[in-house]
């Protein structure tokens, strides 16, 4: 976008609005090449006080703003609250305090405001934030991302000869080089900790750390844009925050309306609708839907040739990618006929061979390490399916589909027959199912950035308290450690809500008066269903089982911000079991419902900008944003008002996960459940990360 194009629109109106959203904070960059003056005199008109002007383009009222004395000496005061991360936001209680700085190094791959060049908010007096416009409002100029601050500041030749014409004369400027000089320094940080800013405790160190999150404006800037950029399809959802004057300039010129990165897992178990209650149904022994919906369709077609990419390495990416989605829908298809077999096994029923057809009775009868010998009868199976569907029977008997099927149908169930391994009992690890528990009203606006899952933090802070609960009870800190965990989400429902404040701010201060509650901004919470299993690290020969009912009565209330509640089905009693083998454990999670999603961390790549993590995300649907821990801004330090004899401020990490349905771990076995599926605390020097446990 070029202001030499915009200026030429010839409806006033229209131009006014077009030329004041090209120089807001939240808008696309413009290219302002050529057109320098005509820059000056609208980012002049942006910052006159109200009355606005009906012109952006005004010479005169331009040449008024910087020859009125209150207009230099709000700018000049301004300055000292220039900030690159915003402690106004989301609380704008916070005041006289401001930060600037950039996150420290790290060796780790994810997404902060590290791949960003630093860029400036204001935060402070609402009544002049709009005077601040002319100073900080940024455009493309020679190719760079500038503003007025940063050409004044480097004293940039030709813009201040530019300046100078609309009264920016040599003692203004000497002034205003004074007040960058005092009040903008490279680095600045609180004194002290304000008691309306979060604090979040971490173990570090062998004692606890107190962090305080706060938002990154380039960040936040760099969202926004998103959201108005046509190349990318960008899932977004908008908060409001009231009284957003009070919030910053950001917030200010969107009008409170927020934009976050919005990533729901999609899950919504319908009973009626599970494998279970389909069969009882319609008496079929596997799941044609699994084959024969939309998805799998489009699937089939890339399969055949349709719709080829355009390099040969994208073409070979995929194809990877498309036949491991193939191999799931084939077990998804399998699936009921797994769980009845597993069913038979289980209740050890006598299975009558005259009221199952020949092949489904060899199934479940033949040893596993047999089943492979099915492939060509399930496969013939398969093409019916295929057949009996008006989407899908021109993939029926397919030529380029019959082998791929055929193959892949045999992995399934190499898969389903392999042995797990015989490192089934461990001597130092114990682990805790608990199972279908529930929350009410946590937050689903995980970070400032974000919508959908809880925060990984928020899970682990649970974990952890559950940990320090359950040593409290038994007077036995030091002998265990709640290490890692593994989550399975099995319902969810976000909503848009606000939570109603208490009545804190006296409507009249020295004077008996009413009491007033606070604003408040809206916020996305969720409602959830989730298993966890919880690794036990335990030294003195604790056997877990020995205290059930006190695990029961430690289990934390509060979850993400929600209520938590345990199982509310009839075998209350059932909802928490301890094992130290491995295989009974992963027995009972491999055969979850499959409306379910483990979330899993994601290793193979992780990125470290936004639009890397959406072109990750379009080419992989089982990848999953999630905010996953903080990325410091200082080295921490003491601070007063802090939780902790170490504070330090810090901004929210974003990470990629990966959703994995229970049928993958049914068919990857019980040792890519436990190398893979546990996430753990990871502490560094300038990190704190939610990430794959390392198994110590």
């Known amino acids: 976008m070029k202001l030499s194009e915009l200026i030429q629109i010839e409806d006033k109106d229209d131009r006014q609005k077009v030329l004041k959203r090209a120089f807001m904070p939240y808008s696309e960059l413009i290219d302002v090449d050529g057109c320098e003056v005509q820059t000056a005199i609208i980012l002049l008109n942006l910052s006159c006080p109200k009355p606005e002007s009906k012109d952006l383009l005004d010479t005169a009222r331009a040449n008024s703003f910087l020859r009125t004395t209150e207009n230099i000496n709000k700018s000049l005061m301004g300055i000292k609250w220039i900030h690159t991360h915003n402690?106004?936001?989301?609380?704008?209680?916070?005041?006289?305090?401001?930060?600037?700085?950039?996150?420290?190094?790290?060796e780790n791959d994810f997404i902060s405001s590290a791949y960003l060049k630093r860029?400036?908010?204001?935060?402070?007096?609402?009544?002049?934030?709009?005077?601040?416009?002319?100073?900080?409002?940024?455009?493309?100029?020679?190719?760079?991302?500038?503003?007025?601050?940063?050409?004044?500041?480097?004293?940039?030749?030709?813009?201040?000869?530019?300046?100078?014409?609309?009264?920016?004369?040599?003692?203004?400027?000497?002034?205003?080089?004074?007040?960058?000089?005092?009040?903008?320094?490279?680095?600045?940080?609180?004194d002290a900790v304000s008691t309306y800013s979060k604090q979040v405790r971490f173990p570090w160190k062998d004692d606890y750390i107190a962090?305080?999150?706060?938002?990154?404006?380039?960040?936040?800037?760099?969202?926004?844009?998103?959201?108005?950029?046509?190349?990318?399809?960008?899932?977004?959802?908008?908060?409001?925050?009231?009284?957003?004057?009070?919030?910053?300039?950001?917030?200010?010129?969107?009008?409170?309306?927020?934009?976050?990165?919005?990533?729901?897992?999609?899950?919504?178990?319908?009973?009626?609708?599970?494998?279970?209650?389909?069969?009882?149904?319609?008496?079929?022994?596997?799941?044609?839907?699994?084959?024969?919906?939309?998805k799998c369709c489009g699937l089939f077609r890339h399969l055949v040739g349709a719709d080829p990419l355009t390099t040969s390495k994208k073409q070979k990416h995929?194809?990877?990618?498309?036949?491991?989605?193939?191999?799931?829908?084939?077990?998804?298809?399998?699936?009921?006929?797994?769980e009845l077999r597993d069913h038979c096994e289980k209740t050890e029923k006598l299975i009558n061979e005259r009221l199952y057809q020949p092949t489904i009775y060899k199934f479940?009868?033949?040893?596993?390490?047999?089943?492979?010998?099915?492939?060509?009868?399930?496969?013939?199976?398969?093409?019916?399916?295929?057949?009996?569907?008006?989407?899908?029977?021109?993939y029926a008997y397919h030529p380029k589909l019959m082998l791929l099927l055929k193959t892949e149908l045999k992995?399934?169930?190499?898969?389903?027959?392999?042995?797990?391994?015989?490192?089934?009992?461990?001597?130092?690890?114990?682990?805790?199912?608990?199972?279908?528990?529930?929350?009410?009203?946590?937050?689903?606006?995980?970070?400032?950035?974000?919508?959908?899952?809880?925060?990984?933090?928020?899970?682990?802070?649970?974990?952890?308290q559950y940990q320090r609960s359950f040593a409290e009870l038994i007077q036995s800190g030091s002998d265990i450690t709640f290490s890692s965990f593994a989550v399975c989400f099995k319902k969810e429902l976000i909503y848009k809500g606000s939570t109603l404040p208490e009545a804190s701010n006296l409507a009249a201060k020295k004077t008996v008066s009413s009491v007033k509650r606070t604003s408040f901004n809206d916020e996305y919470h969720a409602d959830l269903e989730f298993d966890l299993v919880v690794k036990v690290k335990v030294k003195a020969n604790i056997d877990?089982?020995?205290?059930?009912?006190?695990?029961?009565?430690?289990?934390?209330?509060?979850?993400?911000?929600?209520?938590?509640?345990p199982s509310e089905k009839n075998n209350t009693n059932d909802w928490l079991y301890i094992s130290e083998n491995k295989k009974a454990i992963f027995y009972r999670v491999k055969g979850l419902s499959n409306n379910a999603l483990w979330l899993m961390?994601?290793?193979?790549?992780?990125?470290?900008?936004?639009?890397?993590?959406?072109?990750?995300?379009?080419?992989?649907?089982?990848?999953?944003?999630?905010?996953?821990?903080?990325?410091?801004?200082?080295?921490?330090?003491?601070?007063?008002?802090?939780?902790?004899?170490?504070?330090?401020?810090?901004?929210?990490?974003?990470?990629?996960?990966?959703?994995?349905?229970?049928?993958?771990?049914?068919l990857k076995g019980g040792d890519y459940f436990y190398n893979n599926a546990f996430w753990s605390l990871g502490v560094s020097t300038s990190t704190i990360l939610i990430e794959k446990s390392r198994g110590t």
């Open 87 to 106: 402690l106004k936001y989301p609380d704008s209680r916070v005041k006289d305090q401001r930060i600037i700085a950039s996150v420290q190094g790290s």
């Open 119 to 190: 860029s400036y908010g204001w935060s402070h007096n609402a009544a002049v934030q709009g005077v601040m416009h002319w100073l900080l409002n940024e455009f493309n100029w020679q190719g760079e991302v500038v503003s007025l601050l940063a050409l004044i500041k480097d004293e940039n030749s030709h813009w201040l000869e530019i300046l100078k014409d609309f009264g920016y004369l040599k003692e203004v400027h000497q002034l205003f080089k004074e007040h960058i000089h005092s009040d903008l320094p490279s680095s600045a940080m609180p």
């Open 211 to 294: 962090v305080t999150p706060v938002v990154s404006h380039a960040m936040q800037v760099s969202i926004e844009r998103l959201s108005r950029n046509t190349e990318f399809m960008v899932p977004l959802r908008q908060i409001k925050i009231a009284k957003s004057q009070q919030h910053g300039n950001l917030p200010s010129s969107l009008g409170g309306y927020i934009y976050q990165l919005y990533a729901p897992l999609d899950i919504a178990a319908n009973e009626r609708l599970t494998l279970a209650a389909s069969r009882s149904r319609t008496h079929k022994y596997f799941d044609d839907s699994a084959l024969t919906d939309r």
């Open 318 to 338: 995929v194809r990877v990618y498309q036949i491991s989605q193939l191999r799931q829908r084939i077990a998804l298809w399998l699936l009921p006929l797994v």
């Open 364 to 394: 479940l009868t033949m040893e596993e390490s047999q089943l492979v010998l099915l492939t060509n009868d399930l496969n013939l199976y398969i093409n019916q399916s295929l057949e009996n569907n008006k989407f899908t029977i021109r």
């Open 411 to 464: 992995q399934v169930l190499k898969l389903l027959s392999s042995k797990p391994s015989d490192q089934n009992h461990t001597f130092d690890e114990q682990y805790i199912h608990l199972s279908d528990l529930r929350t009410f009203q946590c937050l689903a606006t995980s970070s400032p950035y974000l919508c959908g899952v809880p925060s990984m933090t928020a899970i682990w802070g649970f974990v952890h």
């Open 544 to 565: 877990l089982n020995v205290y059930v009912h006190l695990l029961k009565a430690a289990l934390p209330t509060q979850f993400a911000g929600g209520s938590l509640f």
């Open 601 to 666: 961390p994601q290793c193979l790549q992780q990125p470290n900008n936004l639009p890397s993590l959406i072109s990750l995300m379009n080419g992989d649907d089982s990848l999953i944003p999630i905010s996953a821990g903080f990325h410091f801004l200082e080295t921490p330090t003491y601070r007063e008002g802090a939780l902790c004899n170490k504070h330090v401020y810090a901004e929210n990490i974003l990470m990629l996960a990966k959703k994995a349905k229970p049928i993958d771990l049914r």
